[in-house]
């Protein structure tokens, strides 16, 4: 059996460092691994669409800026296929099938979705398409055959349920649905990175994110706003490690070159850490190091971003080319679905059952 992946994002805006850190960073590693024969990248606009129903220029406008953070990142077009979701018919019949294996009480104890409902303050008024999008997923996930897919940690359950979903339709209609495997990035700092602001998950709707194409500055202002330990007013004071964004984001961002690289008089993270929590560490020389960290980071994203931009015809055609491959695929599993739950009426010959 081929190893494939599938993932994708929802072109609700341009993608932030929170991205980068769940999946989009091990997206390149593993796409330059050697160990897939497919690699599917979505860009769910439809998926987008059932929390912006009423603004669906705005789901448009952000195909391209998503694409094009995905290229600047290191997607590589020859190897991984980069597709428009709302382009394939093929999901939406799958989902639609889907849907007789899910009871409404499953959705209703997913937590991914209980969560974003009570962020975006649905309470009563969802959407059913909302509501349903854990089925839409795994619409999305068998129809590639992708046996693994590289998400973020507040994905999981959407992978849980997809699994759920296989075994269901397999169990009633014949092995014809792959199970696919998550992968989590094993950074737990890199799993559910905080907004700037320490308060939340970071997110586009709140705006506590720095943006893959934000400019040096941008990052830097960003960066020395952010949330630390508010009880550590006075460099001298013993600052906790627990709780600040700071850390956090050395966390998942710093490795142990950088100390040498950028004069740090500490030789390693653990050994910043100790003397911020024992006092005599300010905020801004932590800041100022995690700053030449991001910067190091971002540079080459936002400046191959930049080449990019200069060439959007190019990006198009990536995206149609890869939309044309995505389609094919899709196509075959439908049909294998079809076959499994005896759809396939004008090819297998309708009879009259016998008296």
């Known amino acids: 059996m081929s ?22 960073k091990q997206r390149v590693l593993l796409q330059n691994s050697g160990k897939f024969d497919e690699i599917y990248i979505m860009l769910a606009d439809a998926q ?33 296929s980069i597709f428009i979701q709302s382009q394939l018919p093929q999901l939406y019949e799958l989902s639609f099938h ?23 303050n649905f309470e009563q008024s969802i959407p059913v398409g909302f509501f349903t999008y854990p089925i ?7 129809a590639f055959e992708a046996t693994a897919v590289p998400v973020g940690e507040d994905q999981k359950p959407m992978l849980e349920q997809t699994v759920e979903i296989v075994r269901k ?6 092995e014809t649905l792959v199970e696919p495997q998550i992968l989590l990035e094993q950074n737990a700092a890199c799993l559910r990175l905080p907004g700037i602001d320490g308060k939340a998950k970071m997110s586009k709707s709140i705006g ?13 202002d960003k960066i020395f706003s952010m949330f630390t330990d508010p009880g550590h007013l006075k460099a001298s004071d013993p600052g906790k490690i627990e709780g600040n964004t700071v850390f956090t984001y050395l966390d998942a961002f710093a490795v142990p070159e950088d100390f040498a690289k950028f004069n740090s008089p500490y030789p390693n993270l653990d050994e910043m850490k100790a003397h911020y929590q024992r006092g005599g560490l300010g905020d801004v020389a932590v800041k100022k190091f995690l700053n030449e960290v991001m910067q ?20 198009i055609d990536v995206l149609k080319k890869g939309t044309e491959k995505a389609y094919d695929k899709a196509a075959k599993t439908l049909e294998k679905v079809r076959r499994a739950m005896k759809l396939n009426h004008f090819e297998a010959g309708l009879k009259l059952q016998s008296k």
């Open 3 to 24: 190893n494939i992946i599938l993932t994708g994002d929802r072109p609700t805006g341009k993608l932030h460092i929170g991205h980068f850190a769940g999946s989009l």
């Open 48 to 80: 987008a669409l059932t929390d912006n129903a009423d603004n669906p220029e705005k789901v448009r406008n952000n195909i391209l800026e998503v694409a094009l953070d995905y290229l600047a990142c290191g997607i590589d077009p020859e190897k991984s």
């Open 98 to 120: 889907y849907m007789n294996l899910v009871t409404v009480s499953r959705l209703q104890r997913n937590p991914t979705v209980k969560a974003e409902i009570a962020q975006k």
């Open 136 to 142: 839409s997923q795994a619409a999305d996930i068998t």
């Open 169 to 174: 339709f397999n169990s009633t209609y014949g």
């Open 208 to 220: 506590n994110c720095i943006y893959l194409s934000d400019s040096e500055k941008e990052v830097h």
């Open 296 to 315: 190091q980071i971002l540079s080459p994203i936002r400046t191959r971003r930049q080449q990019y931009e200069q060439d959007i015809p190019f990006v």
